[in-house]
């Protein structure tokens, strides 16, 4: 599978942003698929992921409550929508697909990095005060 992600944009603190990340390939329906940042000068961060169905979805505690992760298996895209950010969320987004998920059911913990078999380019997001 191969992951195209858009959305990023300059916005102010406050502020909310949608992103969507575009698959192609067969096996997206059947992928878990997840959401990191890497921010300037720090490491990779996971946010989040969903199981292939979006029924089940886990995230990080720096983002939870604020940001939510959902997919449309018809338009192979996953998305992140990220309401009231804040300065510290300003990062490169990538989306990632877990293809050895399969048809899984809940995350109870968020996969190795080398789990995932494939990446997107990523998709800047700054957020200003």
């Known amino acids: 599978v191969q992951l195209a992600e858009s959305g990023g944009g300059l916005v102010q603190v406050g502020a909310s942003l949608r992103l969507s990340c575009v698959a192609s390939?067969?096996?997206?329906?059947?992928?878990?698929m997840a959401w990191f940042r890497q921010a300037a000068g720090k490491e990779r961060e996971f946010i989040g992921i969903t199981n292939w169905s979006g029924q089940y979805t886990l995230y990080a505690d720096s983002v939870k409550g604020r940001f939510t992760i959902s997919r449309d298996n018809g338009k192979s895209t996953v998305y992140l929508q990220m309401n009231k950010l804040k300065v510290d969320d300003t990062a490169v987004y990538y989306c990632?697909?877990?293809?050895?998920?399969?048809?899984?059911?809940?995350?109870?913990?968020?996969?190795?990095?080398?789990?995932?078999?494939?990446w997107g380019q990523g998709t800047q997001v700054t957020v200003s005060s």
């Open positions: 990632a697909a877990n293809e050895r998920s399969g048809y899984s059911g809940q995350y109870y913990y968020p996969p190795a990095e080398y789990e995932y078999s494939a």
């Open positions: 390939g067969r096996t997206f329906n059947s992928s878990g």
